[in-house]
T-cell receptor, first 115, second 114 residues
Framework: EAGVAQSPRYKIIEKRQSVAFWCNPI?????LYWYQQILGQGPKLLIQFQNNGVVDDSQLPKDRFSAERLKGVDSTLKIQPAKLEDSAVYLC?????????????FGSGTQLSVL | AQKVTQAQTEISVVEKEDVTLDCVYETRDTTYYLFWYKQPPSGELVFLIR??????QNEISGRYSWNFQKSTSSFNFTITASQVVDSAVYFC???????????FGGGTRLMVKP
């Protein structure tokens, strides 16, 4: 069974540039998550989708971050313009449903360096 | 609001030693789930265990065991006879609240030396 796919694996940009990350969840998984993991910290939820609807985006810096999951399958996370403090690993995860018991399956992440 | 605290940021042991990773959580939910994930150097978070709030039985899986104590809001993880391959960052997480969000602790980096 294919896992959660993310690309690119690494990205280096200068501050004020734009960047986009792509995620393809496990087939059949209705819930998709984007997490930000700053070096030395635990992952922090940015946004959670159920199919193509947003369940929670309370921690998404909406002035610069946006995410979409138009057809309820793959998703894109965008940062525009990037700041130095956005340097982190961006993890995508998916689960069958959004019930409390559901475990999340994670991709390998995109490591972003903002110079 | 829910919160997970892993007070040990880094632990170093010698191979074959036993090691316990602590996890303390806060939540207002009566029904919730606790998880442990392992993050090896490759970066991908790997699921280890899930426990619901009504099941306080300890669990053992090979060299791994988990101790859930609701009275102290703790869900500790013990590795018996540690091995070099156990070296990784381990995260405790709590799932509950509005939207059933999964909230992670800060992680404990475990280094097992030969």
């Amino acid at each position: 069974e294919a896992g959660v796919a993310q690309s690119p694996r690494y990205k280096i940009i200068e501050k004020r540039q734009s960047v986009a990350f792509w995620c393809n969840p496990i087939s059949g998984h209705a819930t998709l998550y984007w997490y930000q993991q700053i070096l030395g910290q635990g992952p922090k939820l940015l946004i959670q989708f159920q199919n193509n609807g947003v369940v929670d985006d309370s921690q998404l810096p909406k002035d610069r971050f946006s995410a979409e999951r138009l057809k309820g399958v793959d998703s894109t996370l965008k940062i525009q313009p990037a700041k130095l403090e956005d340097s982190a690993v961006y993890l995508c995860a998916s689960s069958l449903e959004q019930a409390k018991s559901e475990k999340l399956f994670f991709g390998s992440g995109t490591q972003l360096s903002v110079l | 609001a829910q919160k997970v605290t892993q007070a040990q940021t880094e632990i170093s042991v010698v191979e074959k030693e036993d090691v316990t990773l602590d996890c303390v959580y806060e939540t207002r939910d009566t029904t919730y789930y606790l998880f442990w994930y392992k993050q090896p150097p490759s970066g991908e978070l790997v699921f280890l265990i899930r426990r619901n709030s009504f099941d306080e039985q300890n669990e053992i899986s090979g060299r791994y065991s988990w101790n859930f104590q609701k009275s102290t809001s703790s869900f500790n993880f013990t590795i018996t006879a540690s091995q070099v391959v156990d070296s990784a960052v381990y995260f405790c997480a709590l799932r509950g609240g509005a939207g059933n969000m999964l909230t992670f602790g800060g992680g404990t980096r475990l280094m097992v030396k030969p």
